[in-house]
């Protein structure tokens, strides 16, 4: 008899665990998703209508280090190969490189450098040397200086998180690469690509498996736990425990749309570092596998909020400075480690900004853990 497993969540997470159990061939899976689609928020149908595939809940870049996460997902899918740039549209400039690059730098300040011992000593005229920086202003200011900080940092972030860069981790801002030459790539990754099929397609053919039964538009209620050997659950972990504590920040995107006849954008994303209320324009037709015969531009743009904003939809675990809310996921935590059947997978399960490619990795590794143990 295969024992039964319910995986809560249709997400990277909850179908990376929902295959590696069923491939062993000793579960049944059952996996259910409170939305209507599978896919979390990889969700990208084509609108058949605009002929393009967009991005549900904003663009997603698949890019990695890891080639055996690569591998991994390559069983489900084929790949078009597409390295990610992002430009900012500074007022009085134009577009700019992002990551700051030599020509970001040449564009802004009108000048001429012309190798990285130029634009690194032309940085060192301009950056603070705070001793121990602290927070993500800081660490910024420190590389940049507080003019570049502000253009490109200090503002995107107040519209993205809601807070000042000063009360901001360190890492999220280090999620950006630094550069002192030419390279205009957003990622520094060996691998970056994007699905051929959409990431529809790619959990189309990972969920298709004798041993993995799907429930859409269907809530968990904790009543279910009693039917299921365990749970590997992808839901926000302080939901689960009804914010007993008191609820974890998340931040949330609001995604406004546009359809316009003629538009031109110089690379598929750009970012808006101004004051404005908007983060990010996408351009659908500029990725990959994603125009499939639009005559019009559909232009999707973003406006972060609370999620409470946003009919509760959690996207963006928070990391501050004071390290509060890693503090009060550390509390559910130790609730959930008192739940023998339970594992809490995932983004919002695991209050991690992850990437795709460590959800997997995370997954995995959960998965294989409890097969290891589980024989
Ligand atoms: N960021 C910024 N300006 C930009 C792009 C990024 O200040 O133009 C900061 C901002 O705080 C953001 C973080 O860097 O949340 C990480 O950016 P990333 O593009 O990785 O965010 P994601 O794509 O995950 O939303």
Known sequence: MKKNILVVGTGFAGATV???????????????????HIAGNAFD??????KLRIHRYGPHIFHTNDQRIFDYLSRF???LPYIHQVQALVEGTGYVPLPINRSTLNKIYNKSLTDEADVKAFLETLRCHHKHPA???EMAENIYGVELTELFFARYTLKMWGMSLSDLASEVLARLPVRYDDNVNYFDDKIQVMPAHGYLGLFETMLDHPDIS??????????MEKDYEHVFNSMPIDAYFNEQFGALPYRSIQF???????????????????QGIY???TDWRLYPGCDLGANQAFLTKEIPCSYEENNF???????????APQRLYRRYCEEARKLAHMTFIGRCGQYIYYDMHQVVANSLKMAKEYLAVNR
Not at 18 to 36: T, V
Not at 45 to 50: A, K, R, S
């Open 18 to 36: 929902a295959r590696e159990l069923a491939d062993s061939g000793r579960f049944k899976i059952h996996i259910i998703d409170k939305r209507d």
């Open 45 to 50: 149908p084509v609108d058949d209508q605009l």
């Open 77 to 79: 899918t084929q790949w």
């Open 135 to 137: 927070n993500a202003r």
């Open 214 to 223: 799907i429930t859409l538009a269907c809530q968990f209620d904790k009543a």
């Open 256 to 274: 406004v749309h546009e359809q316009i006849e003629q538009h031109h954008q110089p690379v598929p994303t750009i970012n808006f570092t101004n």
């Open 279 to 281: 983060t990010r324009q």
């Open 313 to 323: 939809e959690r996207y963006y675990p928070v990391k501050t400075v004071d390290g």
